[in-house]
């Protein structure tokens, strides 16, 4: 039998509060400064930035594992501190960057059930949310396998099955992407797509400008431990420029629409693109035969 | 120092198990209160287990010896984690290394553990304090610490086996003749420890000040407080004292050792100690009504000679073989030369160093140590000038020189032609060997077996030479964290492991009792139970586990060595029939027993169906599933948490350790030695602080996942 860890009904999402938090490191490196910012119950939230931008940081303070040393940080009503470690960590799943750091059991069913069975729940319903968790990573063939007889990628799915498997009400992950193959990438945020339209709240570090406008509602851009920018996806994507401050970029897609014509919006998707080339098209305002065509065939290029 | 299973009494088992089950119940105890204060701790001791497992199971070939040995690794265990939770760990280590790679035994743990985790943590612990409150810098004080730690488990190894194997009245000096045993090839060791120890404290101190200071090592040095650009790269220039430090104190203790030896041959001579020395067993030999026979090698016809020039020979083949590895490398990196030729030139120039050697005994020596020269410059022919070059000419030119001489002096005694029959050179060679005058040199069998002897010597030596170069010698970093190959592939062995075969289908719970009882009726059964033991286990290796016969000799090859040690000792020590009875000059004659080679195979019989049990356990049964079942027998749970702990960082370690090493292969072409050692400390602090951070984010982990509800 298979149980998903949060049976069929709707998932109550945690909303997430940081007020005023800044975080220096004992080395004495700031990594993140004054940052202020809400997320709401079942939103999608981006964390982009450059390297160093202070994302883990602040992913970390999200989960407790680093402690704010100015402002405070809440889930839902219950403020993140020493005190409350149990309990925030019962609700918030947290995805490691590196799935090494996150796998200590010896076997992967082993390491899936952990969660769960520090959850106090019974043997059946532990082993249906290892299957279904396993299942819907793509990991059920390596349930008996140890861990360290397993490739990289594998080691990331393995790792998220485990956060899964808790059934948390909202999702920390640490570049959860990087380094699957394309199509465990797609399943992956799939599945985080899906459990967030059920009402998880989803909140993910990363770098990939290509991928966030499919999935995310919002976007929280860090540089230097500061928030650049903040706010729906179509507001932070809409100028280049914030993007690129942050040693970011615009989606592929946007900068080939910039060669086409320079006064409409730009698509962030394929199939945005599409539709927009559709649009153009039918009024009229794009012929493509001077854009594509050399030169000499009466083109432009 | 892993006594294998099996070759202790069964008493001894018992009577070493019971403190080592106290100590181990203490440290838990400990253990348990200091995690519960900061459950962090656990991870770090857990990490420290995987740490001594691989170190005290890191092959480091000893070229003075000729074999190979290990660290105790207990010392900075000890120093990082305090001795009672190194103790604990020690004894998990130990038991694991038992059920996977038969180093060591179950019926052997408790005495493991007493002299490598108890002795080795707190000598180790014990000297690093007492430095640190004189003063002392954190490399010293982990050296002093990793020198004597490590010297102390072989003294309290060879104390164990000196009580186990000996009748009770003897046993001290057989304590002290198997510590004088182990001293060659441990004493580099232990130095080599100490370095390690000191170096990897001290880097982790300039490295990561914060651990240091989580970790209790005493005031931070001066030399950390100051952090300095490109710091690992000026580690050596600081770190030259330690080893001139390091090099006094291996001179003293080679001078110990000599004056030990000395002492102990001029007691042997008197007789005025009990124990091996063959006059005692002669005399007891005699009460009982057997005289001894004439023996099998009989110094007095010259036997010695052939010992004299094969070990000459051995020890010129392997400078030789040293140096040319040497010279071959330095000239030409990128060749490859094939493996027989490069052999051949250690010969060529193992001739000459053969003949320095046999010198002494006189023109045959020259001669014999001629040929090999000879022969290897005729095979390493193909080599020329490709690698050696020039100077290759001069040795050549000696080799033909002494390939005359060998002629010369092979040929002439028949010939009655040289100047050299009966004349200078014999007559001096006599004088050295024997002032009294009164001994003929001539070896028995003749010239010939002196011809073989010294042929023989020689090619053991190079080959032992040139290995021992390619591995440790000149432009290779020489000291690179050693590859885990061998009996000691932990990957290997955990692959078998986890494979399906009708064995790993038992039930672990079941496989652990039989086991165990196996285990202690082999102790007690005699030789025909252990040989038939011996004969199930490894048919079932072979034809069950389907471990390849290769792989499982490798595996079996400690314990064998182990065997051969024992038929040798009990040969020397029981009293009976002498099969082989050496002379040595001023010393009473050592007589090897035909009823102690019985003796002998019958405990190496007993080790070697212990030791292959023991591996049938470890490689059909994964260690979760042997650890699922240790905790249902109601071993305690922090117990078998540090153990799956330490299952999972041990792949941590060696996967750490092995990118590690891939990383600095990649990196590193030429290092000298100094160098070398000194980014094998750094290395080791940074493999020390990798492993750290990492544990601390698995507890991370685990936190986050509920895992300190569990406790
Ligand atoms: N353990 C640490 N000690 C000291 N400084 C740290 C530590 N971890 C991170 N920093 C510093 O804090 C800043 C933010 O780091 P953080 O790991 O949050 O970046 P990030 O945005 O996640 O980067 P990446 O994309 O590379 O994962 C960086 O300047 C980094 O050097
Ligand atoms: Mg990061």
Redo the contacts between chains.
């Keep these: 039998m298979m149980n998903s860890p949060w049976g069929s009904s709707r998932i109550d999402g945690s909303a997430v509060t940081i007020a005023r938090a800044g975080f220096v490191y ?2 004495g490196v700031r990594a993140l400064d004054g940052v202020d910012i809400t997320v709401r119950s079942g939103d999608f939230t981006a964390v982009m930035g450059a390297n160093g931008g202070g994302k883990s940081t602040m992913l970390k303070l999200l ?1 407790g ?1 680093l402690h704010p040393t100015e402002g405070s940080i809440a889930i839902d009503d219950v403020d993140v501190n020493r005190e409350t ?2 309990q925030v ?2 609700t918030v799943g ?1 995805l ?1 960057q ?1 799935p ?8 992967v069913a ?1 390491d899936i059930a ?2 769960p069975e ?2 106090g729940l019974g043997d059946a319903e532990v082993r249906g949310r290892v299957e279904w968790s396993a299942k819907t990573c793509g990991v059920y063939e390596l349930l008996e ?5 397993l490739s990289y990628g594998q080691k990331k799915r393995v790792a998220l099955a ?2 899964l498997a ?1 059934g948390p009400r909202a999702l920390v992950l640490d570049e959860p992407s990087a380094s699957l193959d394309p199509m465990a990438e797609t399943a992956l945020m799939r599945l985080l797509k899906g459990l967030n339209e059920r009402g998880l709240t989803v909140i993910m570090a990363t770098h990939d400008v290509d991928l966030i406008p499919l999935y995310a509602h919002r976007v929280i851009l860090l540089r230097g431990g500061q928030v650049a920018a903040e706010g729906p996806l179509t507001e932070v994507f809409a100028e280049g420029t914030a993007l690129e401050a942050c040693d970011l970029r615009l989606p592929r897609i946007a900068y080939l629409f910039d060669i086409f014509c320079d006064d409409s919006t730009r698509p962030l998707t394929v199939g945005q693109a599409r539709k927009e080339l559709v649009r153009m098209v039918e009024q009229g305002r794009l012929d493509l035969v001077p854009i594509l065509l050399p030169k000499e065939r009466g083109g432009a290029a | 120092m892993h006594v294998a299973e099996g070759i202790l009494p069964a008493e001894w088992a018992v009577a070493w198990a019971v403190p080592a089950a106290g100590a181990v119940a203490i440290g838990l105890d400990r253990l348990k209160k200091r995690t519960a204060d900061d459950p962090s701790f656990k991870s770090l001791v857990a990490l420290m287990g995987a740490a001594v497992f691989a170190i005290s199971l890191m092959p480091i070939p000893v070229p003075v010896a000729g074999s190979v040995s290990h660290p105790a690794g207990t010392p900075l265990a000890a120093i990082v984690v305090g001795p009672w939770a190194s103790v604990v760990l020690a004894g998990l280590a130990l038991l694991v290394q038992a059920l996977f790679f038969a180093h060591g035994g179950l019926t052997t743990l408790g005495a493991n553990i007493l002299s490598e985790g108890m002795v080795g943590s707190f000598v180790g612990f014990g000297c690093f304090w007492l430095a640190r409150r004189r003063g002392a810098s954190l490399f010293r004080a982990g050296f002093l610490a990793g020198v004597f730690g490590d010297v102390a488990v072989y003294l309290a190894t060879a104390t164990e086996l000196g009580l186990g194997l000996f009748p009770w009245n003897g046993s001290l000096r057989g304590a002290g003749a198997l510590f004088l045993a182990f001293l060659p090839t441990q004493l580099p060791l232990a130095i080599l420890e100490g370095v390690f120890t000191g170096g990897v404290l001290r880097s982790l101190a300039q490295l990561r000040p ?1 651990i240091a200071r989580g970790l209790r090592l005493g005031p931070a040095d001066a030399v950390s407080a100051t952090p300095r650009g490109g710091r690992i790269h000026h580690h050596w220039k600081r770190g030259s004292r330690g080893v001139r430090v390091a090099i006094v104190v291996l001179a003293v203790l080679v001078a110990v050792v000599l004056l030990g030896g000395l002492l102990w041959a001029i007691a042997a001579t008197t007789g005025s100690w009990v124990g091996i020395d063959a006059g005692i067993m002669e005399r007891v030999a005699e009460e009982r009504g057997r005289a001894a026979r004439t023996p099998f090698i009989n110094t007095d016809v010259g036997d010695l000679l052939l010992f004299v020039f094969f070990g000459g020979a051995v020890v010129a083949g392997a400078a030789a073989g040293w140096i040319v590895q040497g010279m071959r490398r330095a000239r030409s990196t990128t060749s490859r030369v094939p493996l027989l030729g490069s052999h051949a030139v250690g010969g060529a120039a193992g001739g000459p160093g053969g003949a320095a050697a046999g010198a002494v005994g006189g023109p045959k020596g020259a001669a014999a140590g001629a040929v090999g020269g000879a022969t290897g410059d005729a095979a390493g022919g193909s080599l020329r000038g490709r690698t050696i070059g020039a100077r290759r000419w001069v040795w050549g030119l000696v080799v033909a020189v002494l390939l005359a001489l060998f002629l010369w002096g092979w040929l002439a005694p028949g010939l009655a032609l040289g100047p050299l029959e009966g004349a200078h050179l014999r007559t001096v060679a006599r004088v050295m060997a024997d002032p009294s005058g009164q001994q003929v040199l001539s070896a028995r069998g003749g010239d010939a077996v002196l011809f073989a002897f010294t042929i023989a010597g020689l090619l053991l030596g190079t080959t032992a030479g040139w290995s021992a170069s390619r591995r440790f010698g000149g432009s290779r970093p020489r000291l690179r964290l050693p590859h885990l190959h061998g009996s000691h592939d932990i ?1 290997g062995s ?2 078998h492991a ?1 494979r399906t075969t009708v064995l790993s289908a038992v039930d672990a719970r079941v496989k652990l009792a039989v086991g165990a009882v196996l285990l202690g009726v082999n102790l007690v059964a005699g030789r025909g139970f252990s040989l038939l033991l011996l004969a199930a286990c490894l048919v079932a290796l072979l034809a069950v586990v389907r471990i390849h016969w290769i792989a499982l000799s490798l595996r079996m090859l400690p314990a064998l060595v182990v065997g051969a040690m024992l038929v040798l000792l009990q040969g020397l020590t029981t009293p009976g029939r002498a099969l082989i009875s050496i002379a040595l000059p001023r010393l009473a004659p050592v007589t090897v027993s035909g009823e102690g080679l019985l003796a002998g195979s019958d405990l190496a019989a007993v080790v070697l169906a212990g030791v292959s049990l023991l591996l049938l356990l470890g490689l059909s049964t ?3 599933a042997l650890l699922g079942a240790l905790r249902w027998y109601r071993v305690p749970g922090l117990l078998i948490d540090l153990g ?2 330490m ?2 960082y041990l ?2 370690f060696v ?1 750490e350790a092995q990118r590690m090493r891939q990383a600095q292969r990649l990196r590193g072409p030429d290092v000298p030695w100094r160098r070398a050692m000194g980014g094998f400390n750094s290395l080791g602090a940074n493999l020390l602080i990798r492993s750290y951070d ?1 544990s601390q ?2 507890y ?11 406790q």
């Design positions: 004992p080395g989960v594992l470690f149990n960590a019962a947290y490691f590196d090494n750091d996150q796998l200590f059991c010896p076997t082993a952990y969660g520090n959850l396998r140890p861990i360290h007889a485990g956060v808790m | 914060d990957r955990d692959r986890w994964p260690l979760p799956m702990l299952y999972r792949f941590l996967e990492r984010r698995v991370d982990a685990q936190r986050l996942r509920g895992g300190e509800r569990r």
